[in-house]
Nanobody, 120 residues
Framework: VQLVESGGGLVQAGDSLRLSCTAS????????MGWHRQAPGNRRELVAVITAGGGTNYADSVGGRFSISRDTSKNTVFLQMNSLKTEDTAVYYC???????????????WGQGTQVTVSS
């Protein structure tokens, strides 16, 4: 399974960006897809996740500004980022989680990351 991200870039504070991530090399759809980010010197942190059923969860720092969605038929997840702030600058990583069995053993797959830089 491979995750390919796109959509990062350099924007100014207040602008918007849309990240995309597609899972390939799998015949099953991920149970959960999401985005994490890591700024220099910081730990990787959760940004937003979405389940196969459409349930979502967001970090407090992005609630109301970011929106996660997915196209299950294409194994693709999107992150719409509005009202970007300089503190949103980070490498954004896509993650897919596959539940393997009824004991909830799972497999995580990570993308290579895409840089988002927000200038003031």
């Amino acid at each position: 399974v491979q995750l390919v991200e796109s959509g990062g870039g350099l924007v100014q504070a207040g602008d918007s960006l849309r990240l995309s991530c597609t899972a390939s090399g799998t015949t099953s759809s991920p149970n959960v897809m999401g985005w994490h980010r890591q700024a220099p010197g910081n730990r990787r942190e959760l940004v937003a996740v979405i389940t196969a059923g459409g349930g979502t969860n967001y970090a407090d720092s992005v609630g109301g500004r970011f929106s996660i969605s997915r196209d299950t038929s294409k194994n693709t997840v999107f992150l719409q980022m509005n009202s970007l702030k300089t503190e949103d600058t980070a490498v954004y990583y896509c993650k897919a989680v596959f539940i393997l069995d009824t004991n909830y053993n799972y497999r995580e797959v990570w993308g290579q990351g895409t840089q988002v830089t927000v200038s003031s």
